[in-house]
């Protein structure tokens, strides 16, 4: 920083420091005398006098390391001076035009950004907003970064607890924000509150308020992937607002307006979309209720058209609850916030990049676009739809060969997932590795497990334990599924099973080596279907038997 002491032996004065002079722009309040320490050591300055109301480090007059904030500032006073009269940066202008779709985030951050320097003006100085965004991008301990938004979204008092719709706004946020980057345009959820319950209550459990560090530590190991996307865009909207507000008097400013088109094309190539997977299925949510637990007719199930206002009836709220799908928008967006990134990675496309060619930038240009693909999470298995039972379960998930969820919904609205990184095999042993995950969704989010060699499916193997489960320790798992997929222990307690769906979380690839598979075993059972036979093997085969019994001694197309 520019401002020192000439000494350390309280000697020097002020007048000797050459940054005396030029730490004060034209916008800085003038400094009271002594408040460069020019009294002597650096302790002497009383504590009452190292801010201004506004909130302002009084001794802190160098320049801004971060040119594009000290741009975004005086941008900002500007439209503040025009509008209220007041040389600073208030809340609603910087909610206005730094956070223009997302004014609550920005009400939000400008308060906190007053807490913390102090201020006693509804206002923050020009200095002070300064010095409180270089603070605020300067933060690069993960930990820190999700506390500071964890009180951010709180009640900012002395007391500093957190309490439930707190947290729910943060997470609600988060998913708004993500959404409103979808690769397939702005999404909403009508499962969405009960999604962001589940993970309220999970913390909380039944506490009134909590302290931000236990919140945090709880984020840390259930959800450790849903807040920082909040802070890259954060962090992107303080470092290029100075170039998207357009003023009518700098039209001719280059670096400070620049065309809609640019705006456009920098949010689409920011990448917030890639966290939330797109889940290619369609949206069983229809207009009209469907009768006999299906989605437009697909299960031979009738629509019926229901007058609008009248409440469901018992039976309709059944089948309409047994038709909501295992994994709604909301909870891919949770699970790709909690499990770790391999499940959700952004899939990478090659460019058809040609030496040759004479436009070599646009190929790579296109190269980075292309690599920018978001996750595609395909539907395996839905036992609604596939029939129920071991045999179907098998049929879907073996041999796909890249990283996949299971879904368990049991009675008691409870729902599990348990994610594997690795292809599904039947062995006597436990597979996994360093991404295989146990979770409980429904009612209440929790990460049960997440440790290598935690899996184990064996449906025909003699004197092993049969069906599928879940937990490191082989004597006391966490999930056990029996071997017909029926029912799931759960804290020693038996569930039954009313539907499975199995999401695979790979490439297209790894699902087009799986349909070839299933190809190939198809034409190898019809090719084992005709056995050719001798004579001699016809005079002991029981179909013989059978047809003489039904009166045809002459088996030979000639003799029919």
Same mark, same amino acid.
């Given at each position: 920083?520019?401002?020192?002491?000439?000494?350390?032996?309280?000697?020097?004065?002020?007048?000797?420091?050459?940054?005396?002079?030029?730490?004060?722009?034209?916008?800085?309040?003038?400094?009271?005398?002594?408040?460069?320490?020019?009294?002597?050591?650096?302790?002497?300055?009383?504590?009452?006098?190292?801010?201004?109301?506004?909130?302002?480090?009084?001794?802190?007059?160098?320049?801004?390391?971060?040119?594009?904030?000290?741009?975004?500032?005086?941008?900002?006073?500007?439209?503040?001076?025009?509008?209220?009269?007041?040389?600073?940066?208030?809340?609603?202008?910087?909610?206005?035009?730094?956070?223009?779709?997302?004014?609550?985030?920005?009400?939000?951050?400008?308060?906190?950004?007053?807490?913390?320097?102090?201020?006693?003006?509804?206002?923050?100085?020009?200095?002070?907003?300064?010095?409180?965004?270089?603070?605020?991008?300067?933060?690069?301990?993960?930990?820190?970064?999700?506390?500071?938004?964890?009180?951010?979204?709180?009640?900012?008092?002395?007391?500093?607890?957190?309490?439930?719709?707190?947290?729910?706004?943060?997470?609600?946020?988060?998913?708004?924000?993500?959404?409103?980057?979808?690769?397939?345009?702005?999404?909403?959820?009508?499962?969405?509150?009960?999604?962001?319950?589940?993970?309220?209550?999970?913390?909380?459990?039944?506490?009134?308020?909590?302290s931000p560090g236990y919140i945090c530590r709880w984020l840390e190991n259930n959800v450790p992937?849903?807040?920082?996307?909040?802070?890259?865009?954060?962090?992107?909207?303080?470092?290029?607002?100075?170039?998207?507000?357009?003023?009518?008097?700098?039209?001719?400013?280059?670096?400070?307006?620049?065309?809609?088109?640019?705006?456009?094309?920098?949010?689409?190539?920011?990448?917030?979309?890639?966290?939330?997977?797109?889940?290619?299925?369609?949206?069983?949510?229809?207009?009209?209720?469907?009768?006999?637990?299906?989605?437009?007719?697909?299960?031979?199930?009738?629509?019926?058209?229901?007058?609008?206002?009248?409440?469901?009836?018992?039976?309709?709220?059944?089948?309409?609850?047994?038709?909501?799908?295992?994994?709604?928008?909301?909870?891919?967006?949770?699970?790709?916030?909690?499990?770790?990134?391999?499940?959700?990675?952004?899939?990478?496309?090659?460019?058809?990049?040609?030496?040759?060619?004479?436009?070599?930038?646009?190929?790579?240009?296109?190269?980075?676009?292309?690599?920018?693909?978001?996750?595609?999470?395909?539907?395996?298995?839905?036992?609604?739809?596939?029939?129920?039972?071991?045999?179907?379960?098998?049929?879907?998930?073996?041999?796909?060969?890249?990283?996949?969820?299971?879904?368990?919904?049991?009675?008691?609205?409870? *729902?599990?997932?348990?994610?594997?990184?690795?292809?599904?095999?039947?062995?006597? *042993?436990?597979?996994?590795?360093?991404?295989?995950?146990?979770?409980?969704?429904?009612?209440?989010?929790?990460?049960?497990?997440? +440790?290598?060699?935690?899996?184990?499916?064996?449906?025909?193997?003699?004197?092993?334990? +049969?069906?599928?489960?879940?937990?490191?320790?082989?004597?006391?798992?966490?999930?056990?599924?029996?071997?017909?997929?029926?029912?799931?222990?759960?804290?020693?307690?038996?569930?039954?099973?009313?539907?499975?769906?199995?999401?695979?979380?790979?490439?297209?690839?790894?699902?087009?080596?799986?349909?070839?598979?299933?190809?190939?075993?198809?034409?190898?059972?019809?090719?084992?279907?005709?056995?050719?036979?001798?004579?001699?093997?016809?005079?002991?085969?029981?179909?013989?038997?059978?047809?003489?019994?039904?009166?045809?001694?002459?088996?030979?197309?000639?003799?029919?």
């Amino acid at each position: 920083m520019g401002n020192t002491h000439s000494s350390s032996n309280g000697k020097g004065s002020g007048s000797n420091s050459p940054s005396k002079t030029k730490g004060n722009g034209a916008n800085e309040p003038k400094q009271p005398n002594g408040g460069n320490g020019a009294t002597g050591a650096p302790g002497a300055m009383a504590r009452g006098m190292t801010r201004t109301a506004s909130g302002a480090d009084i001794q802190d007059r160098a320049q801004t390391q971060f040119q594009p904030v000290d741009k975004l500032g005086r941008i900002l006073a500007k439209k503040c001076e025009e509008q209220h009269g007041i040389h600073g940066v208030t809340g609603d202008v910087f909610a206005r035009y730094v956070f223009p779709k997302y004014p609550d985030l920005g009400l939000k951050l400008f308060r906190y950004l007053r807490f913390m320097s102090h201020a006693k003006t509804e206002h923050l100085g020009l200095v002070a907003f300064r010095q409180q965004c270089e603070r605020f991008l300067a933060l690069l301990d993960d930990s820190i970064i999700l506390e500071n938004y964890v009180r951010m979204f709180g009640d900012l008092n002395e007391s500093e607890l957190i309490k439930p719709e707190n947290l729910k706004n943060l997470l609600r946020t988060c998913y708004n924000l993500a959404m409103a980057h979808y690769s397939d345009g702005p999404q909403t959820c009508r499962l969405l509150n009960r999604t962001l319950d589940s993970v309220v209550q999970s913390c909380f459990f039944s506490k009134e308020s909590l302290s931000p560090g236990y919140i945090c530590r709880w984020l840390e190991n259930n959800v450790p992937r849903l807040v920082p996307p909040i802070h890259k865009y954060c962090v992107h909207a303080l470092s290029t607002s100075h170039r998207t507000i357009i003023d009518n008097s700098m039209v001719s400013n280059s670096e400070t307006v620049v065309s809609i088109s640019a705006i456009n094309a920098g949010e689409a190539s920011y990448g917030l979309e890639l966290q939330t997977p797109i889940l290619e299925k369609t949206n069983p949510f229809g207009k009209d209720l469907t009768v006999g637990g299906g989605t437009g007719g697909v299960l031979g199930g009738t629509s019926m058209a229901r007058e609008p206002g009248k409440p469901l009836t018992a039976d309709e709220r059944e089948r309409l609850k047994n038709q909501q799908p295992l994994l709604p928008l909301s909870e891919a967006w949770l699970l790709a916030g909690s499990l770790p990134p391999l499940y959700s990675k952004p899939q990478s496309v090659a460019a058809p990049i040609n030496p040759n060619s004479a436009n070599l930038t646009s190929h790579i240009f296109l190269a980075k676009l292309l690599s920018l693909v978001p996750s595609h999470w395909t539907s395996l298995y839905d036992s609604r739809l596939d029939g129920s039972g071991t045999n179907r379960f098998l049929h879907h998930v073996l041999g796909y060969r890249g990283p996949n969820l299971i879904l368990f919904r049991c009675e008691d609205d409870l *729902l599990f997932c348990v994610a594997n990184p690795n292809e599904w095999r039947e062995t006597h *042993l436990y597979i996994g590795d360093e991404g295989s995950c146990c979770l409980q969704l429904l009612p209440k989010f929790q990460m049960l497990e997440k +440790k290598p060699k935690s899996l184990y499916l064996n449906t025909h193997i003699r004197g092993y334990p +049969k069906g599928l489960r879940a937990g490191s320790d082989p004597r006391k798992p966490i999930l056990i599924v029996d071997e017909h997929f029926e029912r799931l222990e759960y804290r020693s307690l038996q569930h039954k099973i009313l539907s499975i769906e199995v999401w695979g979380c790979g490439d297209q690839q790894q699902r087009d080596v799986q349909l070839d598979i299933k190809k190939w075993q198809v034409k190898e059972a019809e090719r084992q279907r005709t056995v050719k036979m001798t004579a001699a093997d016809w005079m002991d085969h029981p179909d013989r038997y059978l047809l003489e019994l039904g009166g045809r001694q002459n088996y030979n197309n000639s003799s029919t």
